[in-house]
């Protein structure tokens, strides 16, 4: 009986212990590959990918609205969401958007 008690007590410090905050030298890898640049061979092959991606995705939508899943409205509103997301790759040069992690809740 005692021993469950001291398991108890171990497993709840466990969870109240706060989640630390990723290391200084994860933070410097995820910038590193932020500063990749593409030679125009590159930016041409991820813009057809990009293309043909896009191009999946309005079939796609085209089949849930013909489906009835989604109202031409809705479809045609996605598809232009995917359309301004691909205009915003292209003038980053198809850069893969940077995640920044949320430091609200970091400690200090």
């Known amino acids: 009986?005692?021993?469950?008690?001291?398991?108890?007590?171990?497993?709840?410090?466990?969870?109240?212990?706060?989640?630390?905050?990723?290391?200084?030298?994860?933070?410097?890898?995820s910038v590193k590959q932020d500063n990749v640049q593409f030679t125009e061979s590159q930016k041409t092959e991820l813009a057809t990918i990009q293309k043909r991606i896009l191009a999946d995705k309005k079939e796609l939508l085209e089949k849930y609205v013909e489906y009835g899943a989604l109202s031409k409205e809705e479809g045609d509103k996605m598809y232009a969401h995917f359309e301004r997301h691909y205009k915003m790759m292209e003038q980053h040069d198809f850069q893969i958007p940077s995640h920044r992690p949320h430091t609200k809740h970091m400690p200090k």
């Open 1 to 29: 009986m005692k021993k469950i008690g001291v398991m108890v007590a171990i497993f709840s410090l466990l969870l109240c212990m706060p989640i630390l905050p990723a290391s200084a030298e994860e933070n410097q890898q």
